[in-house]
């Protein structure tokens, strides 16, 4: 019976590879049944390939894009951010995008060293997402020193706006990740978010440390995209989906 469905079962499965995804892991299938030719390898490269999704554009955000309200910020030849002041703090006007990369090489300390509000002193450099204003907002965060770790950070002060309000309160750690290895100096990370409704993920580097769903007062924050720094130099790339997407 399956010569009379199919006289040449090797040659139907190579059209129905070409033309027609579906249609081949039908007939893979029914063909195993009937222990006539079917390859894993064939059938894993079809699936690999009706799988794939087109490459996501990047578009960066230069300079002119931000507002820098602590610290400064410069333009390097190339066109990436460079980073020298003890503390900086900017916002650009664009509204967190469902997907951000912050590029980015770690030159070394600042000559002079800050305490942070805490009264803690750290070498980092992160994201500010959905930053309503100074006392709500996310932060991701690469620490370099003294611990080496990517941390999601909620800052949440429903009735102020201006850091002399809120100044260090609000703050709550919603999940933290050890690094194993501190950065090397001539080294190039890469911060990865991605937001999908009230789910956050992050990673480092390709490999995602920190996937989760956001409490309430986080879900509901709607601001910018920002850059925050302490204690370090940097030459750096803030990068986002060209067509970005709220949620």
Do not use: W
């Not at 893979?28 to 490269?45: D, R």
Request: aromatic share 6%; with cysteine; glycine share 6%.
């Amino acid at each position: 019976m399956t010569s009379l469905i199919f006289p040449n079962s090797s040659l139907l499965m190579r059209i129905s590879f070409l033309l027609f995804p579906a249609l081949f892991l039908s007939v893979c299938v029914f063909a195993t049944e009937k222990n006539t030719s079917c390859t894993k390898s064939e059938l894993s490269s079809q699936i690999q390939i009706s799988m794939a999704k087109p490459k996501k554009e990047f578009v960066p955000l230069t300079l002119n894009k931000f507002k820098v309200t602590k610290g400064k910020i410069s333009s390097t030849q190339s066109g990436k951010l460079f980073i020298s002041s003890t503390a900086v703090r900017a916002v650009s006007g664009t509204a967190t995008p469902q997907e951000v990369i912050l590029r980015f090489r770690y030159l070394g300390p600042t000559k002079k060293m800050h305490s942070l509000a805490s009264g803690k002193e750290r070498h980092q450099i992160g994201l500010k997402i959905e930053a309503e204003n100074a006392c709500n907002l996310l932060y991701v965060m690469y620490r370099i020193s003294p611990k080496p770790a990517l941390a999601l950070q909620l800052k949440l002060n429903p009735y102020e706006s201006r850091s002399r309000q809120c100044s260090n309160d609000g703050y709550s750690t919603l999940a933290s990740e050890t690094l194993t290895t501190a950065m090397l100096d001539s080294r190039t990370d890469e911060i990865y978010v991605r937001r999908e409704g009230a789910r956050l993920s992050a990673g480092l580097d390709g490999e995602t440390l920190i996937s989760i769903e956001l409490p309430v007062g986080a879900r509901e924050l709607r601001g910018k995209l920002g850059l925050r720094s302490d204690n370090g130099i940097f030459e750096a790339e803030l990068l986002h989906a060209a067509t970005p997407s709220r949620y």
